[in-house]
Structures are given as C-alpha cells and as structure tokens.
C-alpha cells in the first residue's frame, strides 16, 4: 500500500498539530510522546526534547527508512526513533506510530498487565488482547526489539513500566487508535477496582474481529 503522504509540509504540520492535541485531550504529559509518519522511503519524525508549542514544521526531522542517519542541519529525532522506524518498516500498510504516556496505559503498564479481552473494542487492536511488550531502556535497540514482538498482527500494544504505542494507515487513525486504548485501559482499570471484569470468550471476540474486518478496524 502507498503512504498516502506526500505534501512534506502538510504532514509536518499534521504531526505537531497531533502532539498538541494528545496534550489537550490529556493522553500524553509535555514532551514524553512523539509520533513519525512515512513519506516515501523516509520518515518524519519529531524531534528529541522540544515542547509541541515550540515546534514549527521545519523542525520536524526527516530520516531513511533504513538508516540512523538523518540529514545534516536538523534538530535530533526522537530517542524512540528505532521502534519508529522499525513498526514503520515490518508494517508497510500502516503509515503512521504514535507512543505516547496516557496515564491508565501508564498505570497498566507499571503493573505488567496487558488489556484482555475485558471489551469488544480490544478487538480493534487486531487480535484477542492489547499485549504487553517486555520491558528495556527507552531508545534502546531491546526495547524496538520487544515491541516488534509484542505488535505481530497487532496495532497497539501497552510498554511495560513505560506507556503505549499504536499504528494507523493514516495518522488520523493512529490518534483515533491511541485515545480507544487510553478508553479501554480506563474501563478495565475502573472494573479492576470494583470487583472482577468477565472476559469475552475466545468465539464471542472472534465474532467482533470478523465483524471489524468488513468495518476497517483491524485492516489498515
């Protein structure tokens, strides 16, 4: 599939204005999450450190798909450029990562556990779970290592003692898949607190997959 991107400006501007937004809607905190999108064989990427109402688009920072080099004479990518670059290129229908620090993800995170099929809506992250990916240093090469893992035939999954990352075709998607997973991660976090949430069956969350497939919710 053909990213849809190739307006450089356009997109540079897209990207800070959906760091603004997770900001506003209180999915992410300051400058701890970022977002790349891909535009041909490079990837745009936010730069490392710069606060989201400080950001113009020339500062956005382009680097290969397959390189840690970027151009001379920008600012420096994202630490987390690795996983990035890495779900960018194992996943070529989906065009667009967004990690951020929501604090329910956070809180599900820090005590290593994923999100079960407690929800219908789990199945929109593409299988029968939001899976937990292993724990390394941010920026690491471990860390993209375990992400890859956690996201075979997924499109979101949670970080442990971190946050959470999601993909999309589009940017659009991604934002909309990263505000869903903060919902989820809330509602079981709520159900946890007053008692023990069932779990949909193996065939039941089946059945909304299958259901997804025809809507576009788990096939970018």
């Known amino acids: 599939m053909t990213s849809p991107y190739s307006d450089c400006t356009e997109i540079r501007q897209a990207v800070i204005d959906a760091c603004l937004s997770m900001n506003t809607l209180g999915i992410n905190q300051g400058t701890s999450g970022n977002i790349s999108v891909r535009v041909g064989d490079q990837m745009l990427i936010t730069p490392s450190g710069v606060a989201y109402d400080r950001l113009t688009p020339e500062m956005i920072v382009s680097m290969p798909l397959k390189g840690a080099t970027p151009a001379p004479g920008q600012l420096k990518p994202s630490t987390e450029w690795r996983f990035h670059q890495s779900l960018l290129l194992s996943k070529p229908d989906c065009h667009a990562v967004v990690h951020a620090h929501p604090v329910y993800c956070s809180a599900l995170a820090m005590n290593r556990r994923e999100i079960p ?53 589009t940017l659009e998607r991604a934002m909309w898949r990263m505000v ?35 809507y576009g919710l788990t096939q970018d």
């Open 180 to 214: 869903e997973l903060e919902t989820l991660a809330k509602g079981y976090v709520i159900s946890l607190s007053i008692g023990e949430p069932h779990i949909l069956s193996d065939t039941e969350i089946n059945d909304v997959l299958a259901e997804f497939s025809s």
């Open 117 to 169: 099929a407690c929800h219908y809506m789990v199945a929109a992250f593409g299988g029968k779970s939001v899976r937990l990916a292993d724990y390394a240093i941010y920026g690491s090469a471990a860390l993209s290592a375990n992400l890859d893992k956690a996201m075979i035939d997924r499109y979101g999954c949670l970080m442990a003692n971190h946050g959470s990352v999601v993909v999309g075709d």
